[in-house]
């Protein structure tokens, strides 16, 4: 067995099984918790809305932290938008897509896919020099920021680095991309990855509670 | 008309639009390596060649060679497994050598820079061996 | 015969000319892209060269590679390969048989010890002691170890000498291996692809004979001049894989219009050979202009990496039944962690 069919076969295999084990133990375990007994009187009946206006004015700056914030919030955004392109507008991706799930959908040009995964590369740096440089960041950042950073790096460097052939040959390539994304699988659930399916459930929560208790959103 | 003729097909060209005059550079390089082995062979008699399939030509390279090349005065042709052309340029000595097989397919293409080519020449072995076949044949005329 | 069996006499005898020799020796010299002198020098250098002996060991096979060598169109320039060695020993083309066939190999083998060159195709099968393929009751094994012993070089010609092919698949129910598994201690070049393509077997041929020695080998032993780039960046429909353009099926739009065929499996991207240059059939076209992807013939395991028509991204296995106990195995955790909880709180607040 080749490196290229281990990535294919054993490694992608035991990952995709500890993702699907480790989102759905950590979603359930979440989800099922028991509230804690709220006995104020609600201010308002319904607290849906303010779940929904949460998380949308927490997706934004707010206008009295603009100027502080909106650097490190337009590179997430950068980096985010240009993850979301690359992972499931390039059409290899998408074949291993159909190959899991039998879903297909049209990819995009290969000349959007490469600048927009420049892009994100090059704002992932940023990220993690921000990250290194800024005082109070660099103070609040653990194993898990840095390694959670690197299992996001990883895949677009090599996957990068495959399309153009570069520094080994391209099966060799193939396949270390193949198992950074194996890493970044068995990673996902039970790092600061997690937040992905995490993050709107937390501030649909806060909002939620926000409403009730008639706080301004 | 069979009923192949309705599926429906397609010629499309996959390259990337070339450049407006359709030239990749390489045929003024050779131009210029011949007049390099031109130099060389008047000076001190050694011949060069040049293998047209070491790089990459684009059609319109071929056409602006044959153009500036030109025939010249001999155009010799080879009957040895499958033909093969000899074209003396426009420029004594210049020589454009292309080997086909059985097939007509080009198997080589070259450009030689030397008096006479060395395919042309009749080797010293097969002239010995066709005296001796000459005179085999004469003995066997005489009674 | 009195005469030294110099190359030039022979070529002769068979009344092939000078300059069809020379025609050959300046295509060989291209297709491995040798200068064009050297093509002269070749010339030169093999006429007066004793006829290479040469003893062709045919194993696990099934004879598509002498046939790839052999059965193209004829004549061709390949074939003149044949007068330039003694083929001292090919069970296919020999017209000895049974003991008189076993003595002339034997007799080869002394006249040149150390010096022929040893080709084979198949692989060797070793299970059992090596009683699935056996010839005049010599297991190929051992037939093996004894020509190598005198040979100058070897050369594995075709997949299964090269990487043990075909009847090294899963189960591998011989135990196939290569030559390479076996001999360690002999120069030997490996010409994989299943079969081969002639000319390729034929310029390597005329390299070690005009040369004395292997051409530059790859990390997997193969000819660095046939071997050194992928059949997808040699691939005429490559830019079609740069604009992201592919066919999804073998009949629709993308197809007839001559699109990339990554997505219907094509192994163009992780197979190295010299198909999308040289082609095949004398020049005719390769797989993939015939609108076929690429199968990766002259890699190793071929036959075992997954399907076909299964794209390159695509996980080997099928994942759906494990991913699907993993996932209900995960729900089940997190309800035993989140009722556990539950039943804490409640504990916490009865002490109350």
């Known amino acids: 067995m080749d490196l290229l069919q281990f990535a294919r076969g054993p490694a992608l295999t035991w990952a995709l099984a500890i993702f699907a084990f480790g989102m759905t133990w950590r979603l359930a375990g979440i989800l099922l918790l028991k509230r804690r007994p709220d006995y104020s009187e609600p201010r308002n009946a319904t607290s849906w809305p303010g779940a929904l206006k949460l998380i949308i004015s927490r997706s934004w700056p707010r206008r009295e932290f603009i100027q502080r914030t909106a650097f490190g919030q337009a590179l997430g955004y950068i980096f985010h938008i240009g993850l979301a392109i690359v992972v499931f507008g390039f059409a290899p991706h998408i074949l291993f897509f159909r190959g899991l799930t039998g879903l297909d959908w049209p990819n995009l040009p290969n000349a959007i896919i490469y600048l927009s995964g420049a892009i994100t590369l090059g704002a992932l740096i940023v990220v993690l020099g921000r990250r290194l440089i800024h005082p109070v960041l660099r103070l609040l950042s653990n194993f898990d920021d840095y390694f959670s950073w690197f299992v996001t790096f990883a895949p677009v460097a090599t996957g990068m680095l495959a399309v153009a052939h570069l520094g080994a040959r391209y099966e060799t390539l193939l396949a270390i991309h193949i198992l950074s994304v194996a890493l970044l699988l068995v990673w996902f659930p039970f790092g600061k990855l997690m937040h992905a399916a995490l993050v709107f459930v937390s501030r649909g929560s806060t909002g939620a509670l926000f409403e009730r208790k008639g706080a301004s959103i | ?143 | 015969m009195n005469e030294p069996d110099i190359l030039g006499a022979s070529l002769a005898r068979s009344g092939i000319s000078r300059r069809s020799f020379l025609k050959f020796c300046t295509a060989m010299a291209s297709l491995m892209a040798l200068p064009p002198s050297a093509a002269y020098a070749m010339a030169d250098a093999l006429k007066r060269a004793q006829r290479q002996s040469v003893i062709w060991l045919s194993f696990q096979e099934c004879t598509g590679c002498v046939e790839s060598l052999t059965r193209s169109f004829d004549p061709t320039l390949e074939q003149l390969i044949f007068e330039m060695i003694s083929l001292d020993y090919q069970e296919t083309l020999q017209a000895a048989s049974g003991e008189a066939a076993e003595s002339a190999r034997k007799q080869a083998m002394k006249a040149s010890y150390g010096k022929y060159l040893l080709i084979v195709d198949g692989s060797i099968p070793t299970k059992d002691g090596g009683v699935y393929s056996t010839v005049a009751g010599v297991s190929n094994h051992d037939l093996l170890v004894e020509a190598a012993k005198g040979a100058a070089a070897i050369v594995a010609v075709g997949t299964c000498s090269s990487f043990g092919g075909i009847p090294h698949a899963n189960p591998n129910p011989t135990g196939a291996v290569s030559v390479s598994d076996i001999i360690k201690d002999k120069p030997i070049m490996n010409v994989p692809g299943c079969p081969p393509i002639p000319s390729v077997i034929a310029g390597v041929l005329a390299y070690f004979i005009t040369y004395g020695k292997l051409p530059e080998l790859d990390n997997l032993n193969r000819p660095k001049v046939f071997f050194a780039d992928t059949i997808h960046d040699r691939c005429y429909r490559r830019p079609f894989y740069d604009q992201g353009k592919f066919a999804k099926t073998f009949d629709d739009e993308g197809a007839r219009n001559g699109w990339c065929l990554y997505e219907l499996g094509c192994k163009g991207p992780t197979t190295y050979n010299a198909c999308a240059t040289i082609k095949w059939n004398g020049g005719v076209s390769f797989p993939i202009e015939s609108g076929h992807g690429c199968l990766g013939c002259s890699e190793p395991n071929f036959w075992d990496k997954g399907s076909f028509y299964k794209p390159l991204p695509v996980p080997l296995a099928d994942n759906t039944p494990i991913i699907t106990a993993a996932a209900l195995g995960g729900i089940a955790v997190g309800t035993a962690a989140a009722v556990i909880s539950r039943k804490h709180q409640t504990s916490i607040s009865e002490e109350k």
Do not use: C, F
Request: charged letters at 20%; proline letters at 6%; glycine letters at 8%.
């Open chain 2, 1 to 143: 008309m069979s009923g192949l003729d309705n599926i429906g097909t397609k010629v499309v060209n996959p390259l990337p639009s070339p450049p407006e005059d359709g030239l990749s550079g390489n045929a003024d390089a050779i131009l210029h390596e011949i007049v390099a082995l031109l130099e060389a062979y008047t000076a001190t008699g050694q011949t060069g060649a040049i293998d047209l399939h070491s790089l990459p030509l684009t059609l319109d390279d071929y056409e602006l060679l044959r153009i500036t090349l030109a025939d010249g005065e001999v155009h010799a042709h080879i009957d040895a497994i499958g033909n093969s052309e000899v074209r003396e340029t426009l420029y004594p000595g210049v020589w454009w050598v292309t080997y086909y097989n059985a097939e007509g397919d080009i198997v080589a293409d070259l450009i030689e820079v030397t008096a006479v080519p060395e395919i042309l020449k009749a080797p010293a072995d097969d002239v010995r061996e066709g005296l001796a076949h000459l005179r085999e044949l004469l003995k066997q005329e005489q009674p």
